[in-house]
């Protein structure tokens, strides 16, 4: 069964959330177009939160989703902290900035009761998750509006623990999505799989429906999905080119390129393993780094870099997140690509 009658939807085309290059204007694009548009929240105050779903609300009758991280808070480990800057204080010294002094303000935030209480005066219809799920009295929260809960599985052990703990659905999100892998139950990247791979052997386990995410670009791709048994698909690289999208210049450039070919899996960023498109960083440090503090404290060190970089017109310390299908990017109003996406359903 399509995703459309659990949703409220018309079209079974699901806009990934990406936090950091996007915002209400895309997601409100894909609910007016028959989708469902989704708002990432992960790196939203309580007041930019309010503002995005009060734009939302005013320009959208529509069903959308918002999404929220539930990553267990990190502890900072000092060592590891120390190595980490001393890797990257070359940089600083290259860009003639200052390391910042405090290493314990994640930019990423764990979903929580304040969060909770903002979604609350909204009652969002949709509300997905990345990193598992909420502990049970604020999932309890979400569910009394009336919310259907959405949660990513990149295993199938992943999958039954979120039914078993109250997903209404699932994504199984494959090793070629853009952006964090919403592993949780294991760090063990051996374990982590294609979208057709995996999309059939989630089904199989679990009752509830499962939307697939991961590689899917065309209308061809939706199609095939929708054959292996999805109820619908989530597709997130596709929208980065979108004019309502508010992904950097340096992101869009690199896009566009031949490196955007190439992506690798790397915890540079933000400490959590995320593909994207190698850029100068990944280049010199290797993209995965056994000195880069737990998710997201990562991000405190690199963040600096990143804005004395990007204020240059480089984007060589940007996280620069797709997916490693990129041929369905393109300049096009996110309502005709998600119509164009939906175009071989019947
Ligand atoms: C730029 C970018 C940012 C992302 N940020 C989030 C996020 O904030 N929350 C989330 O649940 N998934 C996030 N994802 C992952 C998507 O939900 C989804 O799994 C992925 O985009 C699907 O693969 P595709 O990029 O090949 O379409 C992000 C993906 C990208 C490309």
């Known amino acids: 069964m399509h995703i459309t009658a659990t949703l409220g939807i018309d079209l079974p085309i699901i806009?990934?959330?990406m936090a950091g290059v996007q915002g209400s204007a895309l997601a409100i694009a894909?609910?007016?177009?028959?989708g469902l548009?989704?708002?990432?929240?992960?790196?939203?105050?309580?007041?930019?939160?309010?503002?995005?779903?009060?734009?939302?609300r005013s320009n959208t009758?529509?069903?959308?989703?918002?999404?929220?991280?539930?990553h267990p808070r990190p502890v900072v480990d000092p060592a590891r902290e120390a190595l980490w800057r001393a890797q990257l204080a070359p940089y600083y010294r290259e860009f003639g900035i200052d390391m910042p002094k405090d290493d314990t303000g994640p930019a990423r935030n764990p979903f929580d009761?304040?969060?909770?209480?903002?979604?609350?005066?909204?009652?969002?219809?949709v509300v997905s998750?990345?990193?598992g799920l909420p502990p049970g009295a604020l999932l309890a929260q979400v569910k009394a509006w009336g919310a259907k809960v959405m949660s990513s599985a990149t295993t199938v052990a992943e999958a039954l623990w979120l039914e078993a703990n109250g997903a209404d659905v699932i994504?199984?999100?494959?090793v070629e999505a853009g952006g964090h892998r919403g592993m949780f139950l294991s760090k063990d990247l051996s374990e982590q799989v294609g979208t057709f791979a995996l999309l059939p052997q989630v089904i199989r386990a679990v009752k509830v429906p499962v939307i697939a995410a991961g590689g899917v670009t065309s209308a061809d791709a939706v199609a095939a999905a929708l054959t292996l048994g999805a109820a619908g698909v989530?597709?997130?690289t596709a929208y980065l080119l979108c004019p309502e999208a508010d992904t950097s210049s340096p992101h869009r450039v690199a896009l566009k390129t031949e490196r955007a070919r190439h992506t690798v899996l790397t915890n540079l960023f933000t400490g959590g393993v995320a593909r994207g498109i190698p850029n100068r960083l990944t280049d010199e440090l290797g993209p995965l780094s056994s000195a880069a503090p737990a998710f997201p404290l990562a991000a405190n060190a690199v963040t600096p870099l990143r804005r004395a970089a990007e204020s240059a017109g480089s984007g060589g310390f940007s996280p620069l997140w797709a997916g490693q299908n990129v041929t369905g990017c393109k300049e096009t109003g996110a309502a005709q690509l998600t119509r164009e996406l939906a175009a071989r359903l019947g």
Request: glycine share 12%.
């Open 37 to 56: 548009g989704s708002l990432p929240c992960a790196m939203l105050s309580p007041d930019g939160l309010r503002r995005e779903l009060t734009a939302i």
């Open 113 to 125: 009761e304040e969060a909770a209480r903002v979604l609350g005066e909204f009652r969002p219809p």
């Open 15 to 17: 806009q990934a959330p």
């Open 234 to 236: 989530q597709v997130g």
């Open 129 to 131: 998750f990345h990193f």
């Open 171 to 174: 994504i199984a999100q494959g």
């Open 61 to 70: 009758g529509r069903p959308f989703n918002v999404n929220l991280f539930c």
């Open 30 to 34: 894909v609910c007016n177009a028959g």
